[in-house]
């Protein structure tokens, strides 16, 4: 879903943590909503990481398993489904082509799992035929597309390939890298790009790999009550059970262009997708313009006792002249968006809540309590914490994650968490959402909001001279590193972080809309002047999209930052578009991948 809200200041612009949930009393998300109040799902996670990051250092959880060298290797891939996609997962499938030649090639490799889901969880308890992500299409459940999509041939069955070049597995694997990566190109098509419009890129993968209690679904007994998980989904854990092994070294890639949106399976998160033709959501008090971190900042309509030193919620100068947002400032396409700011509490799970998951032995199960890890505590030989590697091609313009050689040159090496953190670079892409207030990233392009940010008075970004944001008159969809702003009627969506030409345009005429592709510029599309609609060499917007674009991926960035080696962030906008290129697409990152991939393996 392409996240687009109406105009505010630049002070109300700042970056919200995570993690914050409302206090008590009456559902604080919207009208005509009834019951109690808090939003779950979080028990048991510690704080969030703080601005500095944890650089990768485990809690204290017990004993820790010395690291061992493994042989083994099980990748798994979660996808964003969402529109617009096909074109990052067709780069997504070349540069791990590039990946496994060389895992199986210098690396040898024998044994590795392969395996893919989805961003796409569902409406988290909405279901009235209006609401967001309510049809069959927008529920992957988390489950691998080797069995979710009929017709896709996988290794024994299971959902998920396996590489196997001295035949040794009954039944034998792929013997061949052809035939591996065939296997592999039509897995990854079966993605698609007509899925949910809330990208649950985190939940997704903690939901296959880790949830102790993966729900069968997610409903409200009560009609505006809370929602809650229902049942467990034992076919996700076979599933598990039969693709992840104590003994391996796991790899997750994240493929995401937009922020992640991973939406609270019970209490009230299940508000972030019920349509505005039932009610709009509360709107937060007004501590939330400017410090969305205030102990005061609350929804309007919280419940329960005042805190003190903050007004009473009723007497609020925005409470009290409306409790509601309205049609304009309540968005469908923003209701992920800057919550805390906006709604007055967060219906996301905190970047903790995958921190854990990724570093600690214990998480907790449905009813809070901590129960093991299934990454760290099976049976047999037990992998090492360091032996967990999550790469994020994300949102973000490939300027902030390069090494300086890259700035000027002609190829791309990108830093890793360590050379990001004393190059001072995540301060350039996420500034600080833990501070009170809030501090800005220092790259122009990753603060994320729907207004032109040509017109906020905004620095050049700190790496690229004279590159600002454009205004969205231009006709050059190469301007700066975005193209430039598009005009946003009523604000619904947000603006871009980055862009890049694609390698074919597509064409957005009737005959596409019919078949139901996805396209940025159909007819209807043109009035936003977008980049992605403008030829090349400049011009008006044409019904063809000539260019793909990536909006600020700050969730995702902030758990790499978190995670510390760990992690390998990279950019959704690929700088190297000469399929010859060894830096083509996303090389770079499968390279820097394959690098971290061989210290797990032998550490």
């Known amino acids: 879903m392409r996240h687009r809200s109406l105009g505010l200041s630049l002070v109300t612009l700042a970056l919200v943590g995570c993690g914050n949930t409302n206090e008590g009393g009456s559902p604080p998300g919207a009208s005509g909503a009834a019951g109690a109040s808090a939003v779950g799902g979080a028990a048991g996670s510690s704080p969030g990481p703080g601005s500095s990051g944890s650089g990768g250092k485990l809690p204290d959880d017990g004993a820790v398993p010395p690291a061992q060298a493994l ?100 039944p034998p694997g792929a013997s061949t890298l052809l035939a591996l990566t065939e296997e592999l190109t039509t897995l990854v098509n079966a993605a698609g790009d007509q899925g949910c419009g809330y990208e649950a890129s985190f939940e997704a993968w903690y939901r296959f790999l880790v949830d102790p209690e993966p729900p069968l679904t997610v409903a409200r007994p009560e009609t505006s009550g809370p929602a809650a998980p229902q049942g467990i989904d034992e076919t996700l854990l076979a599933q598990r059970r039969s693709f992840l092994r104590p003994d391996s070294v796991l790899s997750i890639v994240v493929l995401s262009d937009e922020n992640d949106c991973s939406i609270v399976d019970s209490g009230f998160g299940w508000l972030v997708t019920r349509s505005t033709a039932m009610s709009n959501m509360y709107r937060a008090t007004s501590e939330c313009a400017t410090d969305p971190n205030s102990a005061c900042c609350r929804s309007c309509g919280a419940g329960g006792p005042t805190k003190a030193g903050c007004s009473d919620v009723a007497l609020d100068p925005l409470c009290s002249v409306d409790k509601y947002l309205t049609a304009e400032t309540d968005s469908l396409n923003l209701r992920c968006w800057d919550q805390k700011r906006r709604f007055g509490l967060d219906l996301l799970y905190p970047i903790s809540r995958y921190v854990d998951a990724l570093t600690r032995q214990t998480v907790p199960n449905r009813a809070g309590q901590a129960v093991p890890n299934p990454l760290f505590a099976r049976a047999g030989s037990m992998r090492h914490p360091s032996q967990v590697v999550l790469t994020g091609i994300v949102g973000v313009p490939w300027q902030d994650l390069a090494d300086e050689a890259s700035l000027t040159g002609t190829g791309l090496t990108l830093l890793g968490p360590a050379e990001l953190t004393s190059a001072g670079r995540w301060s350039v892409m996420l500034g600080d959402a833990s501070a009170t207030p809030p501090v800005l990233p220092k790259d122009p392009f990753m603060l994320e909001t729907p207004l032109d940010r040509s017109t906020l008075g905004l620095p050049d970004h700190p790496l690229v001279p004279g590159a600002r944001p454009v205004a969205a008159t231009s006709t050059d969809p190469e301007a700066t590193l975005n193209g430039h702003e598009f005009v946003n009627p009523l604000n619904r969506y947000l603006q871009y972080a980055c862009s890049f030409r694609r390698a074919e345009p597509l064409t957005c005429d009737q005959a596409a809309r019919d078949a139901g592709r996805s396209c940025d510029c159909y007819e209807a599309d043109l009035a936003m002047n977008s980049p992605a609609c403008q030829p090349p060499g400049g011009g008006p917007a044409v019904s063809t999209q000539y260019f793909d674009v990536a909006a600020p991926g700050l969730r995702h960035l902030e758990l790499m930052r978190a995670l510390g080696d760990a992690a390998v962030p990279a950019s959704a906008c690929p700088k190297v578009l000469d399929q010859a290129s060894p830096d083509y697409g996303y090389r770079p990152a499968m390279r820097a991948l394959a690098a971290r991939l061989a210290t797990a393996l032998d550490p």
């Open 71 to 170: 042989s083994k290797l099980d990748l798994l891939l979660m996808i964003d489904n969402s529109r617009n996609m096909l074109e990052k997962q067709r780069l997504l499938l070349d540069a791990l082509d590039t990946l496994l030649g060389q895992l199986t090639g210098s690396m040898a490799m024998q044994d590795i799992h392969v395996g893919a889901i989805t961003s796409s969880l569902g409406s988290h308890g909405s279901s009235d035929v209006r609401d967001v992500c309510t049809k069959v299409s927008d529920d992957d459940h988390a489950q691998l597309l080797g069995q979710l999509r009929p017709g896709l041939t996988t290794w024994n069955s299971s959902g998920f390939l396996k590489w196997d070049p001295a035949q040794s597995a009954t």
